[in-house]
């Protein structure tokens, strides 16, 4: 639940009487200017791909943020982009050693310092659950038969008089208490506020984190019912609870279950891994900055086998040893059907037909449009890669290519393609196309050397232009109707991938269909298509 600046008339009485004007208010309003999503890192005095959109100042009390939003004139649901009117001296998810704000307590955090932790807070009990401020999370110890609530008592609380609706906040903090458990509870705190905060995506159902199941060395994500479990084991060198990186893996997975929904086998497996993976590197990054590694489980232990690199694939993971049976060997795959990739129609089926092995060509082709490199791949190709501004720009490429344009069997092709579309819907910088086709030059997905292709092609594939298919839904007299510029075929697919309708549409057609989100692709004859998003919530 958000708490905003103009709800609290404490706050509306002193931004009067500092401006000395009756009327001043801190409810947002909207002013009509020009803006880039390249601002801040636009070379040269002069700003390009400009949009025209909406000015809005949030100043929010709990969860305290103060931020400028830009939000498409034209598509009102797009945030081009937001600037923190907060500034601190350093990252402002860095230790924190003063108090918490309300609903929140202080707590040790492996490897973090101390953080804020998002907790219940009753007449007797303080719990490791958070159900509000726009979270739904808890976090429990394992038992055989029911996991136990995690607790620390409340004593007498003191009254803060420095909050003008006067909410009671308590004396005990978690500070030395249950650092396990607090630990794996921030972490999926982080990797909540970063998808919600980042991509303004929030997930459905809570997450029920279980945590040190005995002699597990393993960390898993499933869904049960209702709710996401995230199971964290322990053994004598495993110790994913303690792990930043680990866990922001295992919540995206999540997120993925409600996005394109990746099969967990074969190269469609191996992307879900690699995204799990990406994503877990880049919370690492936002929580930690520059200091961030690029491997991943090198807190939880010292098992090679057991931790990955996105930065040298080779150098840690597991591959199949060549013969029959499922023998593991040291190092993943750095290049399509190089060394040690993992062969996905054998008869063996390791590994899921390799989701954990195969997953290091696209954790590769991340770093390298995060950070550029240069080199030789497994086929001989000498490649050279220059880096986008930030992994972050990368990010919101992968995670546009995930929930707008991956199916749940989606191949290494598949998802090379709905990058470079994801990439023109973003940002449509022809740099930022340039450095994502060398990337997949560089790692064996494409024969492509970029330099003998203009930009916005996508090798023989057509994309997505306005030009050609003009389309729009409309809904009147209760029924929604797609008219288009010319005549097409029209494929509607649900949330899972799965095509619900075919039909050809002359100019005009009515949409049946029930509530939901729904992907529509129209096809002309000259191959080129056009993709529309529909929401329908009668």
């Known amino acids: 639940i958000y708490y905003f600046a103009w709800q609290d008339t404490a706050w ?8 000395e004007d009756s009327t001043a208010t801190w409810f947002p309003t909207a ?15 002069y700003l390009r791909n400009l949009k025209l959109a909406y000015e809005i100042r949030v100043f929010c009390l709990r969860p305290f943020f103060d931020r400028t939003y830009y939000v498409s004139a034209f598509r009102p649901w797009e945030v081009i982009l937001f600037i923190d009117n907060i500034h601190t001296h350093n990252n402002s998810r860095a230790t924190t050693t003063n108090s918490c704000q309300q609903g929140y307590a202080l707590a040790d955090v492996w490897y973090h310092g101390r953080r804020c932790i998002d907790i219940y807070k009753g007449v007797l ?3 490791l659950i958070a159900n509000d401020d726009g979270h739904d999370f808890e976090t429990k110890y394992y038992e055989p038969i029911v996991p136990p609530e995690i607790a620390v008592d409340t004593p007498a609380y003191v009254w803060d008089n420095l909050h003008s609706i006067g ?4 004396k005990r903090s978690w500070v030395g208490l249950h650092g396990e458990a607090t630990s794996a509870h921030w972490f999926v705190q982080a990797s909540w506020d970063y998808f919600r905060d980042f991509h303004y995506f929030q997930l459905s159902s809570q997450v029920r984190t ?25 053994t004598q060198d495993f110790f994913p609870q303690r792990a930043l990186d680990i866990v922001a893996h295992e919540f995206t997975h999540h997120i993925i279950r409600e996005t394109a929904n990746l099969q967990y086998r074969k190269e ?29 489980g090198e807190l939880a232990t010292n098992d090679p086998m057991l931790k990955r690199s996105l930065q040298n694939p080779k150098s840690l993971g597991v591959h199949v040893v060549p013969g029959p049976g499922c023998l593991y060997d040291l190092g993943q795959p750095d290049t399509y059907h190089g060394q040690y990739w993992y062969d996905v129609t054998s008869p063996d089926s390791c590994d899921n037909w390799g989701v954990h092995i195969n997953s290091g060509v696209i954790n590769y082709w991340f770093y390298l449009i995060s950070r550029g490199g240069s080199g030789t791949n497994d086929h001989g190709w000498n490649y050279t890669v220059n880096p986008l501004p930030s992994e972050f720009k990368a990010a919101k490429i992968v995670f546009n290519a995930l929930k707008n344009y991956l199916t749940p069997s989606a191949t290494f092709h598949d998802f090379r393609i709905a990058t470079l579309i994801a990439e023109k819907d973003s940002f449509n910088v ?7 086709k060398q990337a997949w030059f560089a790692v064996g997905l494409s ?13 023989n594939v057509s994309v997505p232009d306005n030009s050609v298919i003009d389309a729009k839904i409309i809904y009147v007299n209760n029924q929604y109707k797609l008219l288009t510029n010319q005549p097409v075929k029209v494929n509607i697919y649900n949330t899972t991938g799965q095509i619900i309708d075919q039909f050809q549409c002359n100019y005009s057609c009515e949409l049946k269909l029930p509530n939901g989100l729904f992907l529509i692709k129209l096809f002309n004859n000259a191959h080129n298509y056009k993709i529309l998003k529909l929401t329908i919530n009668r």
């Not at 509306?12 to 401006?19: A, F, G, I, S, V």
């Not at 393993?218 to 322990?234: D, M, P, W």
């Not at 022809?430 to 994502?436: D, F, G, L, M």
């Not at 492509?448 to 996508?458: A, F, G, M, R």
């Open 12 to 19: 509306e009485n002193q931004l009067k009487r500092d401006l």
């Open 31 to 45: 002013k009509l200017v020009w803006v880039t999503p390249e601002l801040g890192y636009t070379p040269g005095p």
């Open 125 to 127: 009990k303080q719990k």
């Open 167 to 170: 909410i009671s906040i308590f």
């Open 210 to 234: 279980i945590i040190r199941v005995p002699n597990y060395r393993s960390a898993r994500s499933t869904k049960q019912a209702n709710h996401y479990y995230l199971v964290l084991g322990e």
């Open 268 to 296: 469609s497996g191996a992307i879900n891994e690699a995204i799990s993976d990406i994503f877990a590197s880049v919370v690492e990054h936002w929580i930690e900055g520059s200091g961030a590694s690029w491997e991943l």
């Open 430 to 436: 022809c740099a930022y196309q340039k450095t994502i």
């Open 447 to 459: 024969t492509d050397t970029v330099l003998e292709q203009p930009c916005n092609l996508i090798d």
